[in-house]
């Protein structure tokens, strides 16, 4: 394959891959929401789980997104030195918004700042964004792309704490977000928190928390445990799905954490939704696939 009709497929999948992420929730996210639908035992809780049932049907009978709100698209690639697209994978991943932006079709949600208009094409000024890992001596790229809602979005944080407020410091910002904001962002949520050296080191791991499987605990036998204590606390405030009341606020809690200076403790919030949008899919060299968040995809 020469080099643009490579770009070209590879355009495409990725193309197909946002749209249909769009419309069809993955395998983990569903299967917890099925876990949690059957663990609630009011009316209203179970009618509105139900109700998130029969959209998703609906949404993938018509084609169709499931949640208005197809957000603004983000990528986290971990790419190979030596994958063959390493150089056009930025443009080509904004060229495959575009082109989902008008088949799936998606919501336009890219207005410029500053300037105040909506481009109309999902794309501007650094967006879709594009987070980068470069793994060496590899061939293949891995992607993980999110819609990111407003709502979801809403309850973003991120501070410095002192060195002193420890980790009770960090419980306590975690569940003021919640208790806050949570509302906003459509339970049941995933909750995504980085701790790090500083405010941009802990968001960026609080988002990227939200790409790992569900189920998966952090391998630190630390963190691990406070992900499951934070998880017990914030499904005692009892927001129920879309906030309505219910025995479960949240379909899990992830930490990511890097080592810090001494003398900070950065620590950062991200939201996922119910409708939690992600796409995972690896592309070996000659652009063969596998997505491993949707097994039913047939892309
Ligand atoms: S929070 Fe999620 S489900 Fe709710 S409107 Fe926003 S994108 Fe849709």
């Not at 639908?37 to 998130?52: A, C, F, P, V, W």
Request: hydrophobic share 35%; aromatic share 6%.
């Amino acid at each position: 394959m020469n080099k643009n009709d490579a770009v070209k497929k590879m355009t495409e999948v990725m193309a197909k891959l946002v749209g249909y992420s769009g419309k069809v929730l993955p395998d983990d996210v569903y299967a917890k929401l099925e876990e949690l639908g059957s663990k609630e035992n009011s009316n209203l809780s179970k009618t509105i789980y139900n109700t998130m049932f029969e959209n998703q049907k609906l949404a993938k009978d018509l084609n169709r997104p499931c949640c208005q709100d197809t957000g603004v698209l983000q990528f986290f690639v971990k790419c190979g030195t030596n994958f063959p697209l390493i150089g056009e994978l930025e443009d080509l991943l904004r060229e495959a918004v575009i082109l989902a932006t008008k088949e799936a079709p998606l919501r336009h949600n890219s207005v410029e700042t500053f300037d105040e208009y909506n481009t109309g094409l999902n794309v501007g000024k650094g967006t879709p964004t594009v987070f980068w890992e470069i793994a060496p001596n590899s061939d293949s790229c891995e992607i993980y792309s999110y819609m990111a809602g407003g709502g979801c979005t809403l309850p973003g944080k991120a501070m410095v704490l002192m060195p002193g407020a420890g980790y009770e410091g960090v419980t306590r910002f975690v569940l003021d977000v919640m208790t806050s904001y949570g509302l906003n962002a459509c339970p049941p949520l995933l909750v995504g928190v980085g701790v790090a050296t500083s405010v941009e080191t802990a968001a960026l791991l609080s988002k990227k928390a939200l790409m790992r499987p569900l189920g998966k605990n952090s391998e630190n036998e630390r963190a691990a445990k406070m992900e499951k204590l934070l998880e017990d606390g914030i499904n005692s405030i009892g927001l129920g799905p879309q906030g309505m009341s219910g025995n479960y606020s949240v379909m899990g809690v992830h930490i990511e954490n890097t080592a810090r200076h001494p003398s900070t403790i950065g620590v950062a919030v991200n939201v996922g939704c119910w409708s939690h949008r992600k796409a995972h899919i690896i592309f070996d060299k000659d652009l063969n696939y596998t997505i491993t968040s949707h097994k039913e995809a047939n892309i």
